[in-house]
């Protein structure tokens, strides 16, 4: 942090990060067993295992259905909107995303191509996973969630907890922002996060 000229900073301030898309789910650590080994043989490693392979599944079927995973995957973009200038605004409603050509090399019609797929992901991003999904996914997404719960003893609940309190501007002394990196504003209370930010102020 600089001072403008003139002016003294009185405040430390502490930025902490935590990539949420793999810490609250534990995917990587359900996968390959090493949540489990830590506990040293009081929970099942097989188990675990199963449930990350559940969620792994989960998550690609609705990446690849309703956010064009598979085909945006290799076109890295620092934030959603970085491609905004390639968008005309067309209307999308009988656009075949399937058919359209998209893919190497990132041109500019290619670009184009991929700033409708971006603009398509934000209006879903913003509608929120329950506005899309059927009520058979929800429920298996429901389902998961509550034995991922069980299994890690709270790990879910404890940080959906922690989400609903960071809700709450200073709470305890310090301020929480929850941001989506990749729209590049605050989630409404009610989304899903993957990305949180919490700036304490603590005067040292």
């Not at 490693?45 to 690849?64: T, Y």
């Not at 922690?162 to 590049?184: A, C, D, H, T, W």
Request: proline share 5%; hydrophobic share 35%; charged share 25%.
């Amino acid at each position: 942090m600089e001072a403008s000229p003139g002016n003294t900073i009185t405040e430390k301030l502490n930025v902490y990060i935590w990539d949420m898309d793999e810490t609250l789910i534990l995917l990587k650590t359900l996968l390959d067993g090493t949540y489990a080994k830590s506990f040293n043989g009081l929970k099942d490693i097989k188990q675990g295992v199963e449930i990350g392979k559940m969620w792994e599944k989960l998550i690609l079927q609705v990446c690849d259905e309703y956010f064009f995973y598979e085909q945006i995957e290799n076109f890295n973009s620092p934030f959603i909107d970085a491609l905004s200038e390639y968008d005309d605004g067309r209307d999308l409603l009988d656009y075949d995303f399937n058919h359209d050509g998209f893919g190497p090399p990132c041109d500019d019609p290619n670009r184009k191509r991929l700033a409708y797929r971006y603009r398509v992901i934000s209006h879903k991003y913003k509608q929120g996973l329950c506005s899309i999904l059927d009520q058979e996914i929800i429920k298996e997404w429901n389902y998961l969630y509550d034995l991922t719960d069980n299994y890690t003893d709270g790990w879910l609940s404890s940080g959906m907890l922690f989400y609903q309190q960071s809700m709450i501007p200073y709470v305890l002394g310090f301020k929480l922002l929850v941001i989506n990196r990749e729209l590049g504003h605050p989630f409404p209370p009610y989304s899903h996060f993957p990305f949180l930010l919490t700036v304490t102020y603590n005067g040292e």
